[in-house]
């Protein structure tokens, strides 16, 4: 499938994407036309996880293509242009990237979380100008999650986020870009009782700009900037 395509989306109310566990995630292209959907039970002999493409223009047709079965896939996020799919698996703690283009996938520094970093990869963004991609990871509950960025052109790494010191080990369950596509919001949890929060962060510099105490908040928190307006929705 090619991003540059121009045919109408056609609306299904309800999609049958297959798997007992559930779906993890699920991400829409710009142009409306891809729709990706992350599955998580990739147990053997099913291997009924990873990452199904479907194309909106073709209705209820099945899936374009189904990869990464035997991986668990946590959230799954499309480049501003179409061109990328990224995805966050749980079995290989590892962040997945898919040229739409080039059909193949595409090379990432330090993609798997692994040493200090090791953790589910749960959470996936792009920056709205296309020039970052960032993942975040749950640290397995016993570490600290952290956040990891790379510069989408190359596939560099650029830096990790890491949290500070003196706080209990937490997760890492969202991440999301501001507007201005630097601005990087980290939502963080530990257990089910304790106080949520969002961290803010500068992309470009690694810097911690502030923490954002999270009320009515109980299993999440997820977050989300606006894609045209300075609000954070959590």
Known sequence: PRPDSHTTPVLVPVRKVGGRVGVFGVAISDDGRWLAVGLAEAHAPERLGGVKLYDRTAGDAPEVWWKWRDDSCNAVAFSPDGKLLAG???????????????????????????????????????????????AGSDGWGSRPGRVRVWRVRDGKHVRDLTQPKDRPPQQVRGVSFAPDGRTLATAVKTAVSSQPFIDVWDAETGSHVKTLLVTQATLGPCVAFARHEPLLAY
Do not use: I
Not at 99 to 122: H, I, M, R, Y
């Open 88 to 134: 966050g698996f749980s079995g290989s703690a590892r962040l997945r990237v898919w040229s739409t283009v080039e059909q193949q996938e595409v090379p990432l520094a330090n993609a798997q979380f692994s040493g200090e970093a090791s953790g589910n990869v749960v959470s996936v963004a792009f920056s709205p100008d296309g020039k970052y991609l960032a």
